[in-house]
């Protein structure tokens, strides 16, 4: 019964919040122009629910000539395909907005976990452990306010777990409230790594408590 209910209020705050946003993604489109050669846009692979592949959308932050279907992570140096406005959408995460249109045709939902790349093999095989693919993915969740790039693939896939166990209007209300204090901060905003030191489930488990 929740699960459709949310769908109910993922549907109508996506289509709201583009009436309100238009203004600001007219000026990011400019933006985004007239700081570089290439597209407004950045179309991704990933994995939806139940392991189904979708397009995800962001606006684009690094060059053209960057190596495809690479998470950023793993590029040997990242700062140097990154644009200018890229490292400030990135900053803001402003560069995610656009993936309210895939809010809107229910391809992601607002809180859920992160949809991985359709390569990242270690981490689709992780979540499986914990049912993640059985729910849609979403704009932000659990994981995403407790390290973002700064997690360990197996930390990364226990707390999306701990979303998966604890789902429900509580959870998700954590995780959307405790977006905007990670986005002021920056939270977890680590390119080109996952950190500088080892986390274990443990030791998120310690102040991360769902």
């Not at 290439?38 to 179309?43: A, L, V, Y």
Request: proline share 5%; net charge positive.
């Amino acid at each position: 019964m929740y699960t459709k209910v949310k769908r109910v209020i993922d549907f109508l705050m996506s289509l709201i919040g583009i009436v309100i946003l238009s203004p600001v993604f007219i000026l990011l489109f400019i933006l985004i122009k007239l700081d570089s050669k290439g597209p407004i846009f950045f179309k991704q692979k990933r994995v939806g629910l139940n392991k189904t592949y979708f397009n995800i959308l962001k606006f684009r932050t690094m060059r053209i000539d960057t190596p495809k279907d690479t998470p950023t992570h793993l590029l040997s140096n990242p700062d140097q395909y990154i644009t200018r406005m890229g490292k400030f959408l990135r900053k803001t995460s402003l560069d995610e907005l656009p993936q309210i249109f895939n809010i809107l045709v229910g391809q992601m939902a607002i809180v859920g976990p992160r949809p991985a790349l359709w390569n990242q093999y270690d981490l689709i095989e992780e979540r499986d452990r914990y049912h993640v693919h059985n729910v849609l993915p979403g704009l932000t969740g659990w994981a995403q306010i407790n390290g973002r790039d700064e997690l360990p693939i197996d930390v990364k896939a226990a707390l999306d777990g701990d979303y998966i166990k604890h789902y429900g209007a509580r959870m998700d209300l954590r995780c959307f409230f405790g977006t905007f204090l990670s986005v002021l901060r920056s939270d977890g905003v680590v390119e080109g790594g996952t950190g500088s030191h080892e986390t274990t489930y443990q030791d998120k488990k310690e102040y991360t408590q769902p």
